[in-house]
């Protein structure tokens, strides 16, 4: 996606707020660890760095609590350190119906492929295992192909939107949608030496994939008169040079597919998922989806709020380019994008690994995966069977 330079003084305020909130709050697992590692001289730097490792975490994922810590601060090891963090973490994921663990492991496995991008042999690869995988648990596929100018050297690219369809009989219909290819190279990398590195986009690319993925498993059994379809757009960022190349292309090719009437199905509404695995996941009410589709903004965060989702905040911020702009303004269906643009959480010293070598499955996890996962659930739920 790309973000409106217009806004950024706004967001710099923001980003400002934020960091005198997590200053003041003494937020952070890294500061709870530095304090920790004053007082526990004597302990074994191992110990140490065990104890701010599980803290950090634990405090990424929202899942610390004042007795976890001090279990944390009273253990005398490492392994007993890392199980009760391991511990934490699972008795929150085997609390959800939603398996955020399964998700994970698809982000995973889509990384290993590496590169995705359109044309590419990964791409190709990663096209296998969803048809399979998607079919398998039920779904219709349909490959919508076309083909795009290579933005460097001008040759035909061939590309492919996956249209994942759940009870095709349905008339009526939502979408909810995520783009599969990668950017070329981490462009963005701060490191000048790395921007021709391999980019494996695992929050960028392979959470939206991951997450729909582990969604499947409920289609088949979603009762109701609405039916569901999953669209992975090929070509968002087939983009070498952002201010030349033209992002968008696949979903721009299916909504103007949609406003020709080139597809039987209609969409009532469109949910797009960018960036959603974060480890430290904070998704705002994005800019451009509150202009075009704020009834839907507003339905989605109010599922996430009865459900006790903090991470979703009901508050705008970041103004976005994603695909979610074609299906707006091309194909008239209204359209949203949940994206956590702040990967990770801006603080001090800490740099974006958005477009970055850093964008990579540790830094993402399996509990925000559980979590957007789960409003999407929940969100269908009261669509479908409406
Ligand atoms: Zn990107």
């Known amino acids: 996606m790309n973000v409106f330079i217009s806004r950024s003084k706004h967001a710099i305020v923001l980003a400002l707020g934020a960091m005198i909130l997590a200053v003041i709050g003494g937020g952070g697992g890294g500061v709870a660890g530095e304090a920790y590692a004053l007082v526990a001289t004597g302990e074994s730097s191992s110990i140490i760095t065990a104890r701010r490792d599980a803290l950090k975490e634990l405090t990424a994922t929202a899942l610390i609590t004042a007795d976890i810590r001090m279990e944390i601060e009273a253990a005398d090891s490492v392994a007993q350190i890392q199980n009760i963090a391991t511990k934490a973490i699972d008795t929150f994921l085997a609390g959800q119906e939603f398996d955020g663990n399964a998700a994970f492991k698809m982000l995973e496995k889509v990384c290993v492929i590496g590169s995705r991008t359109s044309g590419s042999d990964g791409m190709r690869k990663q096209q296998e295992l969803l048809l ?6 039920g779904a219709e596929v349909d490959m919508q192909l076309f083909s795009a100018r290579h933005p460097i050297d001008g ?42 590195a391999l980019f494996v986009g695992a929050n960028d690319g392979a959470s939206g994939v991951g997450l729909l993925v582990e969604l499947g498993r409920f289609m088949k059994d979603l009762e109701g008169d609405v039916g569901v379809d999953f669209v992975l757009f090929d070509g968002e960022e087939l983009v070498f040079e952002s201010q030349r190349d033209p992002f968008f292309l696949g979903s721009e090719h299916f909504a103007r597919e949609v406003a020709a009437g080139a597809l039987e199905q209609r969409y009532e509404a469109a949910v797009l998922l960018d960036m959603v695995a974060d480890k430290e996941l904070q998704l705002y009410q994005e800019i451009n989806s509150c202009r075009y589709a704020n009834d839907l903004v507003q339905e989605v965060w109010g599922v996430a709020r009865r459900l006790g989702i903090r991470q979703f905040y009901s508050r705008r911020r970041h103004e976005v380019r994603d695909d979610h702009l074609p299906l707006n303004e091309i194909a008239r269906i209204p359209a949203i994008d949940i994206i956590d643009f702040d990967y990770p959480r801006p603080s001090s010293g800490r740099t974006t690994y958005w477009h970055t070598t850093k964008d990579v499955p540790q830094n993402c996890s399996a509990v ?14 009261q669509r479908v069977g409406n």
Request: hydrophobic share 35%; charged share 30%.
């Open 132 to 137: 399979d995988t998607f079919e398998k648990l």
């Open 368 to 381: 925000s995966l559980a979590r957007v996962g789960t409003v999407m659930l929940e969100w269908l739920r």
């Open 155 to 196: 040759s035909a690219v061939p590309m492919a939107n996956m249209i994942i369809q759940w009870h095709p009989d349905r008339a009526k219909r939502v979408m909810i949608c995520a783009h599969y290819d990668t950017r070329p190279y981490p462009d963005n990398d701060p490191d000048p030496k790395k921007r021709k």
